[in-house]
């Protein structure tokens, strides 16, 4: 009896965490779609109106109709004809809404504004998966934060590279957040990545302009205490080049309304 008993409350103490774990987003559908902008440089302004004004207005709407749950724009800080001029990520609230995309991109292709596509000259949408996000506590302005997006392309298997993630770079970006650098970061990998030039993006979310200013000093705090303290994360920085490729990465600001 007092067997069956222990059996019990452990089921239960089980069922109490499944919830809480958090899941694979590779055992469904995609559910974030990651759409890069590029522009001649002189049609920078009138992509940056497009996507401020009608851009941000739609994306705002099909969150209040339950289409999409979060939407981020991006703008380049930097004129730089080898990276994208705006980066939109879309997140869908449920997988029938991702499912309704389709119907959209017939008459808004890649969810953009008709001014936006007049001046484009080239355009990737890549369905992604959101694998890991964290968020530090206190307000930030929107018009404050600067935020920071490095691309990546692995060598491994997708389960190898979140392994990697999970011993050398979460216990960094976690480090960056304690430092009170970062205010948020989000790690997202490319659903579709064959042929594609990033399979994973970092996207790095800098309380200011003065906390960018700080990052090295913050980088190189964090390492130094992970090298003399965590040997799996030194083992994992050693080999990080059999892992993957960094390609450069992008400065950037987000656009409100």
């Known amino acids: 009896m007092r067997h069956r008993l222990a059996c019990l409350l452990l089921l239960f103490l089980c069922a ?3 919830p809480g774990m958090a899941a694979d987003p590779r055992d469904s559908g995609p559910l974030e779609l990651v759409v890069m902008v590029h522009v001649p ?3 920078r302004l009138a992509l940056r109106e497009a996507l401020q004004s009608d851009g941000l207005r739609q994306y705002a709407q099909w ?3 339950g289409l999409l749950g979060d939407y981020l724009v991006l703008f380049n800080r930097y004129v730089d004809n080898e990276n994208w001029d705006a980066m939109v990520t879309l997140t869908f609230a449920d997988h029938a809404a991702a499912a309704r995309w389709k119907q959209i991109e017939r008459g808004r292709p890649a969810g953009l504004p008709p001014a936006a596509l007049a001046v ?3 355009i990737e949408s890549a369905p992604s998966d959101l694998h890991h996000r964290r968020v530090a506590e206190g307000e930030v302005s929107p018009s404050d934060a600067v935020y920071v997006v490095l691309p990546y392309n692995y060598h491994v298997s997708t389960n190898e590279y979140l392994d990697y993630v999970g011993t050398y770079l979460l216990p960094q970006t976690d480090g960056w957040l304690r430092e009170g650098v970062l205010k948020s970061y989000d790690v997202i990998l490319n659903r579709y990545p064959a042929g594609r030039w990033w399979s994973s993006l970092l996207v790095l979310q ?3 302009d003065d ?3 700080r990052r090295d000093a913050a980088m190189a705090k964090v390492r130094a205490e992970l090298r003399a303290t ?4 030194k083992a994992a920085s050693d080999s990080k080049q059999n ?5 450069q990465y992008i400065i950037a600001d987000r656009l409100v309304p």
């Open 120 to 122: 484009a000259s080239k």
């Open 230 to 233: 965590n040997p799996a994360w």
């Open 16 to 18: 109490i965490a499944l």
């Open 41 to 43: 440089p002189g049609q």
């Open 243 to 247: 892992i993957r490729d960094g390609r």
């Open 63 to 65: 969150k209040r109709e």
């Open 211 to 213: 906390a960018l200013g």
């Open 206 to 208: 800098y309380r200011s």
